[in-house]
């Protein structure tokens, strides 16, 4: 069971807009900055989006992310085929003093 | 070209130890807190362990406490996981992750992954 929440699974056609969910608490996401990791198939996950917002340099601008309260989320505008993958939110937890991830959600192209 | 490559995986048995290694390259290493990061065959991601830039710091997940342990040298360029006590549930895919530091409070994130070393502990 991890400590934030994803739905386990996301959708959608090409050029639609997908979006990811991540539920957390006062000691994780309401209290520090989220980060979303995308892990293709067979591969190691790389950054996403950090600082709840921000893109590191190469990642298109169809990726967002956002964050209020104990929630974020990433939402993946004009889908692309290329853009199927697993998709991890992560935050520091002060009560845990460690960092925590949602238990992933796979996007689906159809 | 800015690097992380781990080895050192394997199968061990329960009970047994296992060293990970984490060769570093590309980028000033010692000014870098890192960490290990584990991923179980078909399940999500899982932090680890992290140690300072120094090496004079370092925290674990409780699923591990005790029975880690994680180092560097710095002069080596590497980074290190001892496990010692190894259980069936350690079986995962090993990350090694670099630290970014982009500002504010908690301005922390994982920008540099190593390609993972996959661990199996099986009798």
């Known amino acids: 069971q991890s400590v934030l929440t994803q739905p386990p699974s996301a959708s959608g056609t090409p050029g639609q807009r997908v979006t990811i969910s991540c539920s957390g608490s006062s000691s994780n996401i309401r209290s520090n900055t989220v980060n979303w990791y995308q892990q293709l198939p067979g591969t190691a996950p790389q950054l996403l989006i950090y600082?709840?917002?921000q893109r590191p340099s190469g990642v298109p601008d169809r990726f967002s992310g956002s964050k209020s309260g104990t929630s974020a989320s990433l939402a993946i505008s004009g889908l692309q085929s290329e853009d199927e993958a697993d998709y991890y939110c992560a935050a520091w937890d002060d009560s845990l003093f460690g960092w925590v991830f949602g238990g992933g959600t796979k996007v689906t192209v159809l | 070209e800015v690097q992380l490559v781990e080895s050192g995986g394997g199968l061990v048995q329960p009970g047994g130890s296992l060293r990970l290694s984490c060769a570093a390259s590309g980028f000033t290493f010692s000014s870098y807190e890192m960490h290990w990061v584990r991923q179980g065959p078909g399940k999500g991601l899982e932090w680890v362990s992290f140690i300072s830039s120094s090496g004079g710091t370092m925290y674990y997940a409780d699923s591990v406490k005790g029975r880690f342990t994680i180092s560097r040298d710095n002069a080596k360029n590497s980074l290190y996981l001892q496990m010692n006590s190894l259980r069936a549930e350690d079986t995962a895919v090993y990350y090694c992750?670099?630290?970014?530091?982009?500002?504010?409070?908690?301005?922390?994130?994982?920008?540099?992954w190593g390609q993972g070393t996959m661990v199996t502990v099986s009798s």
């Open positions: 992750a670099r630290q970014f530091y982009y500002g504010g409070q908690s301005g922390l994130a994982f920008d540099i």
């Open positions: 600082g709840n917002n």
